[in-house]
């Protein structure tokens, strides 16, 4: 079967849009769609309630009666006042679900009924846009994203990417908007004449499976896993010319998977090399100086963070557990008693298992590393730790990209105090440029 010759069209090949927006099915109920409220909603955040701030056109909660400002106190009669609970409770709702939300409006509670539309397929021109779905290893649907060039024939040469540690969906069902990461994807996906796979994490997007606050790296390789290996099946892919993109934590993830899938080439943009503790060690310290702490405050919550991480990350207790042996540690904890950025914190203790410095030694393919220079998030240490390895092995290999005042996020500021607070950025189309010129190089070359 072609690349375009799929199971389900969403768009009518009589209208002519042939297949920008297709679906694939590869069991008898395709994957439910997931819903689309036609808000955006600010989540929980100390003690204030999660409010609606803007609704797109449409918008199944204004249709409904909602306004904005509106606070959300409860969902299906569930209260919704931790974060994490929120998003879960969002994740979870699929096209055509009953909804019953009771808010705040200045001193009147309202309770309201609605249906969750489906989310929007994501289509953009130029590109045929396929979804599709995996089973992993740990028995959850997974759903993929694959485009090619809109018209392009046969075999092409086909790249992976693996993402991010957040519960944020690599889907852009809106287009990339303000998001640099979204824009960046986009515009590798427009520049390279490449099959492109995007691979959603259990929990996340139309992929079923607990939510993303709930499962593990674990749950997220065995995914990782299945698309690699149903983007190498496809008949549009040539799996001879195969290169893994990795963005974020999944930059220190692709030189792990490159062991089992032996790709031509990595991609690695705002990674992480060193042992997670070191890397929190160095995340904490860089968010404290930052934000203004003086000197002498910076360094006493650095003694407690690495008490903290030692008991968390390598004795293997969570933040809470810790915190109740050591009550002083409270101090400087600023998230959930069992959770860090969403997600459980069991992931960190598998991060912190991994021996990404062993995997990078033992890569012996072309590299490109790319970091921002105003990256806090992900540190000049960690890529430079991947770049001198690689160096060490065969500097012919490995091509390393600084992108000036480029914060983790594909957007340049002009000092790292505004890169930090995100204040006055602008996307740095120059980022995208380069990932694809080292593709074209790599490909040419193969």
Same mark, same amino acid.
């Given at each position: 079967?072609?690349?375009?010759?799929?199971?389900?069209?969403?768009?009518?090949?009589?209208?002519?849009?042939?297949?920008?927006?297709?679906?694939? %099915?590869?069991?008898?109920?395709?994957?439910?769609?997931?819903?689309?409220?036609?808000?955006?909603?600010?989540?929980?955040? @100390?003690?204030?309630?999660?409010?609606?701030?803007?609704?797109?056109?449409?918008?199944?909660?204004?249709?409904?009666?909602?306004?904005?400002?509106?606070?959300?106190?409860?969902?299906?009669?569930?209260?919704?006042?931790?974060?994490?609970?929120?998003?879960?409770?969002? /994740?979870?709702?699929?096209? @055509?679900? !009953?909804?019953?939300?009771?808010?705040?409006?200045?001193?009147?509670?309202?309770?309201?009924?609605?249906? !969750?539309?489906?989310?929007?397929?994501?289509?953009?021109?130029?590109?045929?846009?396929?979804?599709?779905?995996?089973?992993?290893?740990?028995?959850?649907?997974?759903? +993929?994203?694959?485009?090619?060039?809109? @018209?392009?024939?046969?075999?092409?040469?086909?790249?992976?990417?693996?993402?991010?540690?957040?519960?944020?969906?690599?889907?852009?069902?809106?287009?990339?908007?303000?998001? @640099?990461?979204? $824009?960046?994807?986009?515009?590798?996906?427009?520049?390279?004449?490449?099959?492109?796979? *995007?691979?959603?994490?259990?929990?996340?997007?139309?992929?079923?499976?607990?939510?993303?606050?709930?499962?593990?790296?674990?749950?997220?390789?065995?995914?990782?896993? !299945?698309?690699?290996?149903?983007?190498?099946?496809?008949?549009?892919?040539?799996?001879?010319?195969?290169?893994?993109?990795?963005?974020?934590?999944?930059? %220190?993830?692709? &030189?792990?998977?490159?062991?089992?899938?032996?790709?031509?080439?990595?991609?690695? +943009?705002?990674?992480?090399?060193?042992?997670?503790?070191?890397?929190?060690?160095?995340?904490?310290?860089?968010?404290? +100086?930052?934000?203004? /702490?003086?000197?002498?405050?910076?360094?006493?919550?650095? $003694?407690?963070?690495?008490?903290?991480?030692?008991?968390?990350?390598?004795?293997?207790?969570?933040?809470?557990?810790?915190? +109740?042996? $050591?009550?002083?540690?409270?101090?400087?904890?600023?998230?959930? &008693?069992?959770?860090?950025?969403?997600?459980?914190?069991?992931?960190?203790?598998?991060?912190?298992?991994?021996?990404?410095?062993?995997?990078?030694?033992?890569? /012996?393919?072309?590299?490109?590393?790319?970091?921002?220079?105003?990256?806090?998030?992900?540190?000049?240490?960690?890529?430079? *730790?991947?770049? %001198?390895?690689?160096?060490?092995?065969?500097?012919?290999?490995?091509?390393?990209?600084?992108?000036?005042?480029?914060?983790?996020?594909?957007?340049?500021?002009?000092?790292?105090?505004?890169?930090?607070?995100?204040?006055?950025?602008?996307?740095?189309?120059?980022?995208?440029?380069?990932?694809?010129?080292?593709?074209?190089?790599?490909?040419?070359?193969?």
């Amino acid at each position: 079967m072609t690349f375009g010759m799929l199971v389900r069209l969403v768009v009518a090949l009589a209208l002519g849009f042939g297949c920008n927006k297709c679906v694939i %099915a590869e069991a008898d109920e395709p994957l439910r769609r997931r819903a689309d409220l036609g808000a955006s909603i600010a989540p929980p955040d @100390g003690g204030k309630a999660a409010t609606i701030v803007r609704f797109r056109p449409g918008s199944a909660l204004e249709k409904s009666g909602f306004a904005l400002g509106d606070q959300i106190v409860s969902a299906n009669g569930k209260a919704l006042a931790d974060p994490i609970e929120f998003g879960a409770f969002f /994740r979870s709702l699929r096209a @055509g679900d !009953a909804i019953e939300l009771t808010v705040r409006r200045g001193s009147t509670s309202l309770t309201k009924a609605t249906r !969750a539309a489906s989310m929007p397929y994501e289509t953009t021109p130029g590109l045929d846009v396929a979804y599709g779905e995996v089973a992993s290893a740990k028995g959850y649907r997974i759903r +993929t994203y694959t485009t090619r060039p809109t @018209g392009a024939h046969g075999r092409l040469p086909v790249i992976v990417f693996i993402p991010w540690l957040s519960c944020d969906a690599v889907e852009q069902p809106f287009g990339p908007r303000s998001d @640099g990461w979204a $824009k960046m994807l986009r515009a590798v996906m427009l520049g390279a004449p490449v099959q492109f796979v *995007r691979i959603e994490k259990p929990g996340v997007g139309d992929s079923n499976g607990p939510d993303c606050s709930a499962t593990d790296l674990d749950d997220d390789m065995a995914a990782f896993r !299945a698309g690699i290996r149903s983007a190498l099946a496809d008949p549009g892919a040539d799996p001879t010319r195969f290169i893994l993109f990795g963005g974020s934590v999944g930059a %220190a993830l692709v &030189p792990i998977l490159s062991q089992e899938f032996h790709p031509r080439g990595l991609i690695a +943009t705002g990674g992480f090399t060193r042992t997670w503790y070191e890397h929190m060690l160095a995340i904490e310290r860089e968010r404290l +100086t930052l934000s203004g /702490r003086t000197p002498a405050e910076v360094n006493t919550a650095m $003694k407690s963070f690495a008490e903290l991480y030692d008991l968390v990350l390598q004795q293997g207790l969570t933040p809470g557990a810790a915190i +109740t042996g $050591k009550p002083d540690l409270a101090r400087v904890w600023y998230d959930a &008693p069992a959770h860090q950025y969403g997600r459980p914190i069991r992931y960190y203790q598998q991060l912190q298992a991994l021996d990404v410095e062993a995997a990078w030694d033992a890569v /012996r393919v072309p590299t490109l590393v790319l970091r921002g220079e105003y990256d806090w998030i992900m540190g000049r240490d960690e890529s430079e *730790r991947s770049v %001198a390895i690689l160096r060490a092995n065969d500097p012919s290999l490995v091509t390393y990209v600084v992108r000036r005042r480029m914060n983790h996020h594909f957007d340049v500021f002009p000092d790292p105090i505004a890169a930090f607070n995100e204040e006055n950025g602008r996307y740095d189309e120059g980022a995208a440029q380069a990932i694809v010129d080292w593709l074209g190089a790599i490909l040419r070359a193969n």
